[in-house]
């Protein structure tokens, strides 16, 4: 089962521009995280946000959260080509482990 | 960071054959591990839970015997795909938390690179 839509689909943007991706989400949660996956290969954790908490900075990425709305963005500034991958947002509701994922946001960035 | 190891990275097979495919914590513990299935283009699709030393919990719609999970110990499970047909064909992707990790560290899921698996 999915949690939701991520938006956009698809990004297609410079190097050196700002990347913000969305993601929505059906259920309450414990913490969203978001992931990054390279074509053809696993995943990779970039970051996680717990529901109480409203933004979270890691490196060139930012996270928000708004439970009210149920819904993420993550922020990529200062895009670089090597950025170009496929995110996807991710939903704990139960602190087992057991994560949903969004549809993700293809992103391409290009030198 | 903590690695999994998932083997193996592809698999070309004829229909009716099954596949055995290994997901390893080299580097922590994990009680449990998951088991996804990735569409080109697509989403992670939750197949099943693997609970070591017990039986897996399987997703609505996931068939619990096309689909055989093992835990046998703390740090392997597996996935066997048994009488493959082309509908089979994906990308199989494990994940794992370690167990023994503190505060924000112990929900995060660290994942095998995957396995394509081609049924011909």
């Known amino acids: 089962s999915q949690q939701g839509e991520e938006d956009p689909q698809a990004l297609s943007i410079q190097e050196g521009e700002n990347a913000t991706m969305n993601c929505s989400y059906k259920?309450?949660?414990?913490?969203l995280q978001w992931y990054r996956q390279n074509s053809g290969r696993g995943l990779v954790h970039l970051i996680l946000i717990r529901s109480n908490e409203r933004e979270k900075h890691s490196g060139r990425l930012r996270v928000t959260l708004d439970t009210s709305k149920k819904s993420s963005s993550l922020l990529i500034t200062a895009s670089r080509a090597a950025d170009t991958a496929s995110y996807f947002c991710?939903?704990?509701?139960?602190?087992?482990?057991?994560?949903?994922f969004g549809q993700g946001t293809t992103l391409q960035v290009k030198p | 960071g903590a690695v999994v190891s998932q083997h193996p990275s592809r698999v070309i097979c004829k229909s009716g054959t099954s596949v055995k495919i290994e997901c390893r914590s080299l580097?922590?513990?994990?009680?449990?591990m998951f088991w996804y299935r990735q569409f080109p283009k697509q989403s992670l699709m939750l197949m099943a839970t693997?609970?070591?030393?017990?039986?897996?919990?399987?997703e609505q719609g996931v068939e619990k015997d096309k689909f055989l999970i093992n835990h046998a110990s703390l740090t392997l499970s597996t996935l066997t795909v048994t009488s493959a047909h082309p509908e089979d064909s994906s990308f199989y992707i494990c994940s794992a938390r370690d167990q023994q990790a503190t505060g924000r560290a112990k929900n995060i899921q660290y994942f095998g690179a995957g396995t394509r698996l081609s049924v011909l």
């Open positions: 693997s609970n070591e030393g017990s039986k897996a919990t399987y």
């Open positions: 259920t309450s949660i414990n913490n």
């Open positions: 991710a939903t704990d509701s139960s602190n087992t482990g057991k994560l949903i």
């Open positions: 580097d922590f513990q994990a009680t449990t």
